[in-house]
């Protein structure tokens, strides 16, 4: 139990001190005024047993606030923290009959139940398991920085508190859409140790961060995401395809020579305001678009700013957060996006051109190419400025053999989806009733 638990801060170290999560925790240290309070309060106490209890005390936070949305035994567990996490694991939960999944809940006003005060209470009085967990903190806290400690603090009491839900519970299974996050890696770790069968649902392309695969079942894209897996070490369990949300369309490159176009610009998490604004005036004065579609990150960090920045606002429309990626991306005719955003494979199989940028986040240099689609030929080279940008070479790019070259990302991609839905459905089916014998006996 003890090596899946080093295994998990492993990984958590290792996702976590990667430039990107490194940038995007800058980010919203600098706009955040309680994110920057907390950071600034630990740097102060420097190395001090004070500054290895404020991070002590974030990971009891996870262990306090982590309950299940329902009591029942011997039903799968779902992990997804994030929105776009939500979605994936949501699929999951519609092939199996109704009722019959808990989901975490991580919900600070449920600390506050009756439940969790006689868990924490109980909890007071093993002080020699607080005392080994807090030296591993601090010693943690001494090596690495704010974020990495906080987050592999996190993760290493979310695995205790995994520990004892998925054993109360009898879980049949855990499902997660995230191989890189504290929760899902502590509770897919955990379920590891006391042998409960794992399932993982990508939602997004493997990054850098992201660690081998090492589940009962995975459910990928499509054969290029397998093979991005397998260079990061040997892959273990069942692998199936099941394909992007949304139908396939056929490209058409020739929306990019349209005279007044509708041109979508989906941002990334993080907005860079000057840079941001700048491509709305030059996409305006360049392009003499019908109409630009603002599309924010389901898991954007900070609110909108555009009608405060954009002087204006004619013509500029922010699309609701309810629409789906398709349903926005069916009204334009060409979509700019960040190179780094997994939001392109979603764009590109509804037929719609897309133009990348550069510069577009907060993400370093060193993590260009996030995804490796450019390098693919998914995508053609960002650019820095659309002003230089020959529509008519773009078209070019998206036509010939672009169609296979993308088929690789998308096993459903002009394939009867609703057969590799039903083959996920019954591996996933097969996953948990083998679990379920197993602990019915």
């Given at each position: 139990m003890?090596?899946?638990?080093?295994?998990?801060?492993?990984?958590?170290?290792?996702?976590?001190?990667?430039?990107?999560?490194?940038?995007?925790?800058?980010?919203l240290?600098?706009?955040?005024?309680?994110?920057?309070?907390?950071?600034?309060?630990?740097?102060?106490?420097?190395?001090?047993?004070?500054?290895?209890?404020?991070?002590?005390?974030?990971?009891?936070?996870?262990?306090?606030?982590?309950?299940?949305?329902?009591?029942?035994?011997?039903?799968?567990?779902?992990?997804?923290?994030?929105?776009?996490?939500?979605?994936?694991?949501?699929?999951?939960?519609?092939?199996?009959?109704?009722?019959?999944?808990a989901?975490?809940?991580?919900?600070?006003?449920?600390?506050?139940?009756?439940?969790?005060?006689?868990?924490?209470?109980?909890?007071?009085?093993?002080?020699?398991?607080?005392?080994?967990?807090?030296?591993?903190?601090?010693?943690?806290?001494?090596?690495?920085?704010?974020?990495?400690?906080?987050?592999?603090?996190?993760?290493?009491?979310?695995?205790?508190?995994?520990?004892?839900?998925?054993?109360?519970?009898?879980?049949?299974?855990?499902?997660?859409?995230?191989?890189?996050?504290?929760?899902?890696?502590?509770?897919?770790?955990?379920?590891?140790?006391i042998?409960?069968?794992?399932?993982?649902?990508?939602?997004?392309?493997?990054?850098?961060?992201?660690?081998?695969?090492r589940?009962?079942?995975?459910?990928?894209?499509?054969?290029?995401?397998?093979?991005?897996?397998?260079?990061?070490?040997?892959?273990?369990?069942?692998?199936?395809?099941?394909?992007?949300?949304?139908?396939?369309k056929t490209?058409?490159?020739?929306?990019?020579?349209?005279?007044?176009?509708?041109?979508?610009?989906?941002?990334?998490?993080?907005?860079?305001?000057?840079?941001?604004?700048?491509?709305v005036?030059?996409?305006?004065?360049?392009?003499?678009?019908?109409?630009?579609?603002?599309?924010?990150?389901?898991?954007?960090?900070?609110?909108?700013?555009?009608?405060?920045?954009?002087?204006?606002?004619?013509?500029?429309?922010?699309?609701?957060?309810?629409?789906?990626?398709?349903?926005?991306?069916?009204?334009?005719?060409?979509?700019?996006?960040?190179?780094?955003?997994?939001?392109?494979l979603?764009?590109?199989?509804?037929?719609?051109?897309?133009?990348?940028?550069?510069?577009?986040?907060?993400?370093?240099?060193?993590?260009?190419?996030?995804?490796?689609?450019?390098?693919?030929?998914?995508?053609?080279?960002?650019?820095?400025?659309?002003?230089?940008?020959?529509?008519?070479?773009?078209?070019?790019?998206?036509?010939?053999?672009?169609?296979?070259?993308?088929?690789?990302?998308?096993?459903?991609?002009?394939?009867?989806?609703?057969?590799?839905?039903?083959?996920?459905?019954?591996?996933?089916?097969?996953?948990?009733?083998?679990?379920?014998?197993?602990?019915?006996?």
């Amino acid at each position: 139990m003890k090596i899946q638990l080093l295994k998990t801060i492993r990984e958590v170290i290792q996702a976590d001190s990667d430039p990107v999560r490194q940038a995007l925790f800058d980010h919203l240290r600098r706009s955040n005024r309680i994110v920057r309070f907390v950071y600034g309060t630990h740097r102060i106490l420097g190395g001090s047993f004070l500054s290895a209890a404020l991070v002590f005390l974030f990971g009891v936070k996870s262990y306090a606030t982590a309950d299940t949305s329902l009591d029942e035994p011997h039903l799968p567990l779902i992990i997804a923290i994030h929105k776009n996490a939500r979605q994936q694991t949501r699929k999951i939960a519609s092939w199996l009959e109704p009722n019959q999944v808990a989901c975490l809940q991580l919900d600070l006003a449920g600390v506050l139940r009756r439940s969790t005060l006689l868990r924490l209470a109980k909890g007071c009085f093993r002080i020699g398991d607080w005392r080994r967990v807090y030296r591993l903190v601090d010693r943690l806290n001494r090596r690495y920085d704010f974020l990495v400690s906080c987050r592999t603090a996190s993760a290493i009491f979310c695995y205790v508190r995994a520990i004892e839900i998925l054993k109360q519970h009898e879980s049949s299974g855990v499902i997660v859409s995230s191989d890189s996050n504290p929760e899902p890696l502590a509770f897919t770790r955990a379920a590891e140790a006391i042998e409960i069968p794992t399932i993982f649902m990508s939602h997004a392309y493997p990054t850098p961060v992201s660690p081998p695969l090492r589940f009962t079942l995975s459910i990928l894209e499509g054969q290029a995401a397998l093979q991005q897996y397998q260079l990061k070490g040997p892959v273990q369990g069942d692998v199936i395809f099941c394909g992007a949300e949304g139908a396939s369309k056929t490209m058409e490159a020739h929306r990019l020579l349209n005279k007044r176009p509708v041109i979508g610009i989906f941002a990334s998490k993080v907005v860079c305001w000057p840079q941001f604004i700048r491509l709305v005036e030059d996409c305006r004065n360049h392009f003499n678009p019908s109409k630009i579609l603002i599309r924010w990150h389901p898991n954007m960090l900070g609110r909108s700013e555009l009608s405060s920045k954009l002087s204006d606002t004619n013509n500029v429309v922010e699309t609701a957060s309810s629409l789906s990626l398709q349903d926005v991306t069916r009204e334009c005719d060409w979509v700019i996006t960040d190179e780094n955003s997994n939001v392109n494979l979603g764009v590109l199989k509804t037929g719609v051109p897309v133009l990348p940028m550069k510069e577009f986040s907060v993400l370093p240099e060193s993590r260009a190419d996030l995804y490796g689609f450019v390098k693919s030929s998914i995508l053609p080279k960002p650019v820095k400025n659309v002003r230089v940008v020959s529509l008519e070479q773009l078209a070019e790019f998206y036509s010939d053999d672009w169609t296979q070259r993308f088929g690789s990302y998308d096993a459903s991609y002009f394939q009867p989806a609703e057969e590799l839905s039903i083959q996920a459905r019954d591996a996933i089916g097969r996953v948990l009733w083998s679990s379920e014998a197993r602990t019915s006996k």
